[in-house]
């Protein structure tokens, strides 16, 4: 089992729509979720970040948690054009050993459709 | 504000030679994180520096070393190259450590192994 898992897609959302993305993760020491994203040929750029159980908005984004069910989601709403890019989930979590550890899923490609 | 200075940005290696990437951080970060992506398996966690310290290696090789100097910038270095070396290095960098806030990427060094 991955320790952070995402489906691939391609992920196909009209423009004007929800687009919906998954993510799940395996440690429940993590105590940290990212929401990267990145455009092909580029680097990843933070878009979203959440410690706490439940919702945090941030414009059209929203980041959902749920630490019981160990997922994590971001909600595009309002998807545009030059919201197709790929997504990267990552879950942080520091150890009972002080280890401290980021882990990236492989990524949730997402394409509007105009 | 500068951002994330990755140098070279493309190399071609042959198999069992080495190569060193280094990576600039924004000014001030005293973190850097290294990553190898690759299409199949996504960003995998190399290994990261906080204040010239290995605070934490990825399941990678020996082959596979890294440092970070008094200024903050990292090297990374790869010996005895193999095919499956051939990925993108993306160069990570923080003000506190990898697992508890933002990530700031470079555009990465394209390693081509032949």
């Known amino acids: 089992q991955k320790e952070v898992e995402q489906n691939s897609g391609p992920l196909s959302v009209p423009e004007g729509a929800i687009a919906s993305l998954n993510c799940t993760y395996s440690d429940r020491g993590s105590q940290s979720f990212f929401w990267y994203r990145q455009y092909s040929g580029k680097s990843p750029e933070l878009i979203m970040f959440i410690y706490s159980n439940g919702d945090k908005e941030d414009g059209r984004f929203t980041a959902q948690l749920n630490k019981a069910s160990q997922y994590v989601s971001l909600l595009i709403r309002d998807s545009q054009p030059s919201d197709s890019a790929t997504y990267l989930c990552a879950a942080g979590l520091i150890s009972n050993f002080g280890n401290e550890k980021l882990t990236f899923g492989t990524g949730t490609r997402l394409t509007i459709i105009p | 504000k500068a951002g994330v200075t990755q140098t070279p940005r493309y190399l071609i290696k042959t198999r069992g030679q080495q190569v060193t990437l280094s990576c600039s951080p924004i000014?001030?970060?005293?973190?850097v994180s290294w990553y190898q992506q690759t299409p199949g398996q996504g960003l995998q966690f190399l290994f990261e520096y906080f204040s010239e310290t290995q605070r934490n290696k990825g399941n990678f090789p020996g082959r596979f070393s890294g440092r970070q100097f008094s200024n903050s910038r990292s090297e990374m270095n790869v010996s005895t190259l193999e095919l499956g070396d051939s990925a993108l290095y993306l160069c990570?960098?923080?003000?506190?450590?990898?697992?508890?806030?933002?990530?700031?990427f470079g555009e990465g060094s394209r390693l081509t192994v032949l």
């Open positions: 990570a960098s923080s003000w506190g450590t990898s697992w508890s806030g933002e990530l700031f």
């Open positions: 000014s001030g970060h005293r973190s």
